[in-house]
C-alpha cells in the first residue's frame, strides 16, 4: 500500500501540526492549494496523509512528521478499519520480541514478498504464545467484525492471511520502527490507548485504582479468569501470574486482550471470544482466582435458556438479576478457597428478586465482603459501584468466619474535593480488609467499616448495602472537630473580607485600546511555548487503563484546575512516554473543554505533575511575559468568546486564537499583582464554601442523632448570693 491510501481526518492533522482544529478549518478556507479531500463526509472530510504532510512543510508548519503520528495516523486510516490494524501490529510486535531475528529476515524482502511470508512467521508465534491456529478465513468472523457476540465460544485471535496483510505492511514496518524506540509493549500499549481514547463510547474501560485494588484483595494467584476481560485491564493488574484465562462477548476486545496479555508477561496466555454465561469457553476450569467487572443490567443475558444450568447453586437468577448469574459463574470456576472479586452495581445488593440468592451466599459463607466505592471510581461514573469479595467453600468445612465484612468508603474525607483520594479510599478499604482476612475479625470504625453477624443480615430484604448496617460516624468528627471547623470558618471568612477588590475610582479615565497579540503570535516569536497532554489524564479513582506497578507520578487533570484544587491523578512512572509535559512554577495551565474562562499558574506546590488530557500548557518567557498577566486576561470572557468553537456535545477553546495586551513587562505586573490577588480572593471563597459546608452537614447529623443538643445546656442558678432566700422559693422544694 502506498502510504497516500492512509486518509487523516481534520482532527488528525490539527494534531500532527500541533494545532486546534479551528485552525485547519482556517487553512482550507485561506489558502487555495490546501489538499482536497480524498474521503469521509462532507461535514467531516478525510485527506491523504502525504498530501497533507507535503502541504505542511511548504508552508513551514511542520519540519518532520513524529513517527509515532506517522503510525498512529496509517492505523487509524487503514482500510480494514483500526481494530484489524491494530491486531496485525500486535502480531508483528509479538513476532518481534519473541523472534527478532525471522523478522529481520522478512524486513529485508519486498513489501509484496513480506504479505506472502508474513503469515507463516505470525502463525508460528501466536500458536506458541496463545496456542492458535491457521483458521479458514470464510469461518470466522475476526477482528473488526461488527458481530456483538458469538453464539459459541471460539479463539479470540486469528492469523491474517496473505491477501489481508498486503495493504498493511508500510504500517507494520512502521510499528517496528516505533518499537525501536519504546519496546514492543509499550509500542502496543501506545496504540492501543489512542485508540480506546479516540473511540471513548465504544468502550468499558475498568480503571487502574479499582483494577489493582481487586487483584489485591484477591491476593497471590497463580491462575486467573476473567469471564468478561474488555481490555484486560483486571488480568494485567495480577502480579506474576502462572496462567490467565479471558473471555469477551465483543470478538474486537477478545482479540486484542490477547495480544495484550502476550505481550505484556510470561504468563500463558487463553483468551476466547464467545457469549460467556451462554457458551462458557472453560467448562471445568478451576482457578485460584476470578476477577471481573461485568456488564449491568442485562436483560438477555440467557434465562430462558439456562435455567437448569449447573452453576446456579445458589439459585436461579432472576430476569432481571443478571449480574447474580455473574457473581454464580465467578464462584463455579474457583477451586475450593478460590476468591473472586467482581465490580458490582450497588442495586444488586438490596433488589428484593435477588434477596434468596444473597441469602444463600451468605448461609453457605460465600460472601466475604461488601465494600462501596466513591462514585467515580469506574464506569459508570454516576452511581457509586460495590465490590463483592466471594470464596469457594471447602466442602466439609464449615464457614470460616461467622460474619460479612462491610466497607463504606463513600464519604467524603478531604478539603475541596468531590470526592475522597484514590490513595484514600485504597488504605481505608485495605486497613478494614487484611485483618479481617487473616483473623475474620475486624476493629469496627463508624461510618467505614464493620464486621456484621452473618445472622443480622438474614432477615426479609438480606440487604448488604454496607451504609445501612454501619454505625454513624461522630457529627462532623466530633464536637471538638466542629468547633474546629467554625473557628477556621471565621478565619477564612475575614480573610475574605480582606481580600474583597476595592471598587475602581468613581470616574476612571477612559483608556485608550491597547495593542493586542495573540497567543500563536507570542509563541512564533518564542515568547512563550505551547504544550498538550500527550498522556490520558488519570482522576485517581477513575483513571487509565495502564496497571503497571512501581513508581507513579501526579498528574493534573482538567477537575483540578476548573476546582482550584491539587494534582488528583497519577499514572506509573515506567509507562511514560518520553516527551511527557511536566508542570514547572510560574507554568499557566488553560482547560480546552467545557466553555469556562479559566486559567491557573502553576505554583510551586503543583510543579512536578504530568500535564493531564484536555488542558494546554503555555510556558511563558519571565524576560518578556509576567505569568500572571498572561493568565489574568486569558480569564477574560470575551477573550474566551472570540477563541471559542463549538462542536455537538462541547465546546473546544483554541489557546492560540486568544489575545493579550502588549504592554511593557512593569505594567504586565501591575496587572499580575491584581490578578494574583483576585486568585487568592478566589481561593478563599473556594474553601469558605467547602468548610461552610461541613460545619452545616456536621451539625445536622450531631443534632439528628443526639450527640449535639439544640441549645446550650443553662447553668444552675447559684441563688442569692447572701444567701437569705427562702426555704419555700428554693426550686427543689415541693409546694
Known sequence: MHDNATEVTAAGIARLAGVGRAAVSNWRRRHPDFPRPVGGTETSPSFALTDVEEWLRRQGKLAEVPLRERVWQQLAGHPAGPVTALVQAGCTLLLLRDRPTEWLELAAVSDQRMAELLPDALAKVVAARLGVRPADPAARPGPGSQQGATASAGPALTVPTPAELAPSVPLLRGVVD???????????????????????????????????????????????????????????????????????????????????????????????????????????????????????????????????????EYGFPARTESELAWVQHAVAHLRDGGTAVLLMPPAAASRRSGRRIRADLLRRGALRAVIALPAGSAPPYNIPLHLWVLRRPVPGQPPAQPEVLLVDATSDTSDGRTRPSWQTVREAVLDA???????????????????????????????????????????????????????????????????????????????????????????????????????????????????????????????????????????????????TVVTEPGDVVVPVLGGGAVARVVDADGAGAVLGRNLTLLRPDHAALDPWFLAGFLRGTANNRQASSYASTATRLDVRR??????????????????????????????????????????????????????????????????DQADGDRPDQAS
Request: proline share 11%.
Open 178 to 312: 516505533l518499537a525501536a524506540e519504546r519496546g514492543a509493549r509499550q509500542t502496543f500499549e501506545f496504540l492501543l490507548g489512542r485508540h480506546l481514547d479516540a473511540n471513548p463510547r465504544q468502550y468499558t474501560l475498568t480503571p487502574t485504582g479499582p483494577a489493582e485494588l481487586m487483584a489485591e484483595i484477591a491476593g497471590e494467584a497463580r491462575t486467573v479468569l476473567d469471564p468478561a476481560s474488555g481490555t484486560g485491564t483486571l488480568l494485567r493488574a495480577v502480579r506474576a501470574p502462572a496462567a490467565v484465562y479471558a473471555q469477551d462477548a465483543v470478538p474486537d476486545l477478545a482479540a486484542l486482550t490477547a495480544l495484550r496479555l502476550a505481550l505484556h508477561d510470561a504468563a500463558e496466555v487463553q483468551a476466547r471470544a464467545g457469549d460467556t454465561l451462554r457458551a462458557d469457553a472453560f467448562p471445568g476450569l478451576k482457578v485460584d482466582a476470578v476477577l471481573c467487572h461485568p456488564p449491568f443490567n442485562e436483560r438477555n443475558w440467557g434465562h430462558d435458556e439456562l435455567a437448569y444450568d449447573p452453576r446456579w
Open 433 to 579: 480488609w487484611r485483618p479481617y482476612e487473616r483473623t475474620g475479625a475486624v476493629e469496627e470504625r463508624p461510618g467505614l467499616s464493620r464486621g456484621v453477624p452473618v445472622i443480622e443480615l438474614l432477615d426479609d430484604d438480606v440487604d448488604l448495602a454496607p451504609a445501612r448496617h454501619l454505625p454513624p460516624p461522630a457529627a462532623g468528627g466530633g464536637t471538638a472537630e466542629l468547633t474546629t471547623v467554625r473557628e477556621r470558618l471565621g478565619d477564612t471568612l475575614r480573610l475574605t473580607a480582606d481580600l474583597t477588590p476595592p471598587p475602581p475610582p468613581a470616574e476612571a479615565a477612559p483608556r485608550s485600546p491597547w495593542p493586542l497579540t495573540t497567543i500563536g503570535e507570542l509563541a512564533r516569536a518564542g515568547a512563550v511555548v505551547l504544550r498538550s497532554a500527550t498522556v490520558h489524564a488519570v482522576p485517581t479513582g477513575a483513571a487509565s487503563d495502564v496497571p503497571a506497578p512501581g513508581a507513579r507520578i501526579p498528574v493534573l487533570t482538567d477537575h483540578d484546575v476548573l476546582a482550584g484544587s491539587g494534582p488528583s491523578g497519577e499514572l506509573p512512572e515506567a509507562e511514560l512516554p518520553e516527551d
Open 658 to 723: 486568544m489575545q493579550v495586551p502588549r504592554i511593557p513587562l512593569d505594567q504586565q505586573r501591575r496587572y499580575g499583582d491584581r490578578f494574583r490577588t483576585l486568585a487568592a480572593f478566589e481561593d478563599a471563597l473556594r474553601l469558605a464554601g467547602v468548610l461552610g459546608e461541613r460545619l452545616v452537614r456536621g451539625m445536622h447529623d450531631g443534632l439528628t442523632d443526639g450527640t449535639l443538643a439544640p441549645d446550650p445546656v443553662p447553668a444552675p442558678d447559684p441563688g442569692p448570693a447572701d444567701g
